[in-house]
């Protein structure tokens, strides 16, 4: 659906390196983030803006694992969520502000991840929920997003992007 190889030049272009790195990164990237929300959207049948949601949710759960690095290497190699209490919960007005969606608008969509089983409202937010079932398709859609991200790092290469 999307495309992302590199496109060739010819001879007589003159291009600044920086300026066309930056632009090829730019859609290469742009084409990574649409090809992981279509892997979410295939696995929940959800719509895109709640699939956004919920990424959203599971950025915000884990992001205090990136600045703990004894966090991150005590669930690295665990095949489920880190267990509830690990989870940072997010706050339905938090999404709200971070999307600029209505208040409402962000509930709603929010309401359809709990009721689909895949999040769980806490006091403090929003987590997402703890289920076998959810463990495996979450499992199967890293494994599909990793070969995604490995997409879009050898397409990156491919266009003389270095990292």
């Known amino acids: 659906m999307f495309t992302s190889e590199p496109v060739p030049r010819g001879p007589a272009q003159d291009v600044d390196p920086a300026?066309?790195?930056?632009?090829?990164t730019t859609r290469l990237s742009i084409?990574?983030?649409?090809?992981?929300?279509?892997?979410?959207?295939?696995?929940?049948?959800?719509?895109?803006?709640?699939?956004?949601?919920?990424?959203a949710i599971i950025s915000a759960n884990t992001a205090g694992f990136d600045q703990n690095l004894e966090r991150q290497a005590r669930y690295a190699h665990q095949g489920d969520l880190p267990p509830t209490e690990a989870r940072r919960p997010v706050s339905i007005l938090s999404l709200s502000n971070a999307f600029g969606l209505p208040y409402e608008t962000t509930r709603r969509h929010v309401n359809q991840l709990v009721k689909a089983?895949?999040?769980?409202?806490m006091r403090?937010?929003?987590?997402?929920?703890?289920?076998?079932?959810?463990?495996?398709?979450?499992?199967?859609?890293r494994r599909s997003n990793f070969a995604n991200l490995q997409r879009l790092l050898r397409n990156l290469r491919k266009a003389g992007v270095t990292i």
């Open 31 to 55: 084409d990574y983030l649409l090809r992981s929300l279509q892997l979410v959207q295939s696995y929940t049948g959800l719509d895109y803006l709640t699939c956004l949601l919920l990424l």
């Open 19 to 24: 300026a066309d790195n930056l632009r090829v």
């Open 124 to 141: 403090k937010g929003i987590v997402i929920a703890e289920s076998p079932e959810l463990s495996g398709s979450l499992a199967e859609l």
């Open 117 to 121: 089983g895949i999040a769980s409202k």
